[in-house]
């Protein structure tokens, strides 16, 4: 019997759980530090190693998965100002192959000049742009977080930094709490770094996938035989490095469901845990034609004609459930000492490996 079980999905633990995951393609996910983007702005050409540590304002530390060389052709965010003031002069920034050229005229200042660029960059150009007046600079920043952004300018302009983000994990695993902005000091020294920041949140890590967890997603992968349906779409975004759990509710009506909140012929994902842009990522290439993504969070992607398209998802809100055990002691048989703390365990164990939905 014991024999039996270590070839029963439902029944196997362990190492051989681990034999059983493999013959499906899935080996069990490793404790891992929360992930995330960091960054880093400064001057073209200075790289960013593997492994620069970073840390936050209270004293976690994250470090680089990846190497990244700050390029003006595949950044995140330009910065620009003006190096020379000349009457009847133009003035010109090509934002992703498009032109926007203004022309001074008489007695422009920098501010006027960067304002004007703005506002033609802002018709032509689905980027964000930022004009500091205080230190007369025109910051263009990437519609998504990617580093697909691209720049020339004229040579009466100055680009003073790129800034490009990339991927991180914190050095302690498990659940750590990085919030938005909070990442700001640079540990390995880099002379070419300006400054750092994390303009998301770190997701939260995750500890060693348990051995209900590796049965879950075992299921989802023999559910997942094709796309744009409900398993399918559960099975892929659970595939994410970081994601811990996923459920999908559905409207498939034509009628808004007032009971869930999603709109008709749309549907809902919580995700806990993964990168965000990925998950829309994912979520793009799996959803239905004619379904409608519906959340709280909202991601731009670019698709494979280049276009922006808008996804959205939910982030599930954790609570406590309150459990009251009541019992009784049969008089017939002895009541074990520690019986009151192994009742709380199991019922503790119970609960930490339901999953939401």
């Known amino acids: 019997e014991e024999v039996e079980d270590t070839q029963n999905r439902d029944s196997a633990t362990g190492l051989y759980l681990d034999y059983l995951a493999a013959l499906v393609g899935l080996t069990r996910q490793e ?34 998965t990846e190497e990244n060389t700050l390029n003006r052709s595949n950044c995140f965010e330009s910065t620009f100002s003006v190096n020379s003031l000349q009457d009847n002069t133009d003035y010109t920034i090509f934002v992703e192959g498009i032109e926007n050229t203004m022309n001074s005229g008489v007695g422009s ?48 302009l100055t680009l003073d930094s790129v800034a490009s983000l990339v991927p991180a994990e914190s050095a302690e695993t498990g659940k750590v709490n990085l919030e938005a902005n909070t990442i700001t000091n ?26 209900p967890e590796l049965r879950l997603r ?52 919580f995700v806990s845990g993964g990168s965000s842009n990925t998950i829309a990522e994912v ?49 017939e048989e002895a009541f074990a000492p520690d019986g009151e703390e192994r009742m709380k365990k199991v019922v503790t164990d119970y609960g930490n490996n339901m999953y939401q939905g």
């Open 218 to 269: 075992m299921t989802q992968r023999e559910q997942s035989t094709g796309t744009a349906t409900k398993p399918s779409i559960e099975a892929s975004v659970a595939e994410i490095a970081g994601v811990t759990s996923v459920y999908v509710e559905v409207n498939d009506t034509l009628n808004d469901d007032s009971v869930t909140g999603v709109p008709a012929k749309s549907f809902e994902t």
């Open 31 to 64: 404790a891992r530090g929360a992930t995330g983007d960091v960054l880093f702005t400064g001057q073209v050409d200075t790289t960013v190693f593997i492994n620069t540590a970073c840390k936050s304002q209270d004293g976690k530390v994250v470090l680089t």
């Open 109 to 156: 200042s920098a501010k006027v000049i960067l304002n004007n660029l703005k506002a033609l960059i802002d018709v032509n150009n689905t980027t964000i742009n930022v004009v500091n007046e205080d230190e007369e600079t025109l910051t263009i920043t990437y519609q998504s977080a990617n580093n697909e952004l691209t720049t020339t300018n004229s040579n009466n």
């Open 186 to 211: 640079l540990i390995t020294p880099n002379l070419g770094i300006s400054s750092i920041n994390n303009p998301d949140a770190f997701e939260s890590g995750r500890d060693l996938e348990t051995d």
């Open 283 to 331: 979520l793009w290439k799996t959803k239905p034609l004619f379904g409608q993504t519906f959340g709280d969070v909202e991601e731009l992607i670019i698709d494979d004609n280049g276009d922006t398209q808008s996804i959205k998802f939910s982030r599930p809100t954790e609570k406590f459930a309150w459990v009251r055990v009541t019992y009784t002691v049969n008089d």
